[in-house]
């Protein structure tokens, strides 16, 4: 079964810093892998998802993610953080040949200081 | 467009008291799912559905059961509660078919068994 790991489970910065927030996961096969975002009090809502092709994702609110296929990883990243970005970030992977079934990793809280 | 509704918003329960979740979603779509999010573990898969009148074990299934008799709703059922239970529970959907679909999340319930 995948498996998937966010390195870090608390992250906390000033506003306009950059954020980079590791994933990896534990599967052999084809994936797609997504980043969704919780904001407090609110639902998970989708940031980008990466199915095939250029490997560097955009997605909303300035946010890219990239795909490496030889480190397993889909690291989320924004070059310069606003207040408004404090939320908790989930990585999630759904391997080809598992239905839609997505496994998520523990999570990132990340807190920006104004 | 409601998107993914979840009813209750907030329960508390006693140990061994029994109850039901109802999720329900207007975007026509065949998947729908029933996570629980527990602080440091993201969120895991309890059951599924692939389409009216299935559903399918997740992750961890156990002291749960499902039903999905109408395409639009899928039911979450709690028979015992126990305090282990006590956690966010979100719903999903997604559409059918391809593999390159997201999951829309509902608001989350959070119960509490004492």
């Known amino acids: 079964a995948q498996s998937v790991s966010q390195h870090n489970h608390h992250v906390i910065l000033s506003e306009a810093a950059s954020l980079e927030l590791g994933c990896n996961y534990s599967y052999g096969g084809t994936v797609n892998l997504f980043w969704y975002v919780q904001y407090p009090g609110q639902h998970l809502q989708l940031l980008l998802k990466?199915?095939?092709?250029?490997?560097l994702v955009k997605g909303i609110k300035g946010f890219e993610a990239e795909f490496i296929k030889s480190k397993f990883s889909f690291n989320l990243r924004k070059p310069s953080v606003q207040w408004s970005d404090t939320a908790e970030y989930f990585c999630a992977v759904n391997a080809r040949g598992a239905g839609n079934k997505l496994t998520f990793g523990g999570g990132t809280r990340v807190l920006v200081k104004p | 467009n409601a998107g993914v509704t979840q009813t209750p918003k907030f329960r508390v329960l006693k140990t061994g008291q029994s109850m039901t979740l109802l999720c329900a979603q207007d975007m026509n779509h065949e998947y729908m799912y029933w996570y629980r999010q527990d602080p440091g573990m993201g969120l895991r898969l309890i059951h599924y559905?692939?389409?009216?009148?299935?559903?399918a074990k997740g992750e961890v299934p156990d002291g749960y059961n499902v039903s999905r008799l109408k395409k639009q709703n899928f039911l979450l059922g709690l028979e015992s509660a126990a305090p282990s239970q006590t956690s966010v529970y979100f719903c999903a959907s997604s559409a059918t078919g391809t593999r390159n679909n997201e999951q829309f999340f509902g608001p989350g319930t959070r119960l509490t068994v004492l």
């Open positions: 990466y199915f095939s092709g250029d490997p």
């Open positions: 559905s692939v389409g009216e009148g299935t559903t």
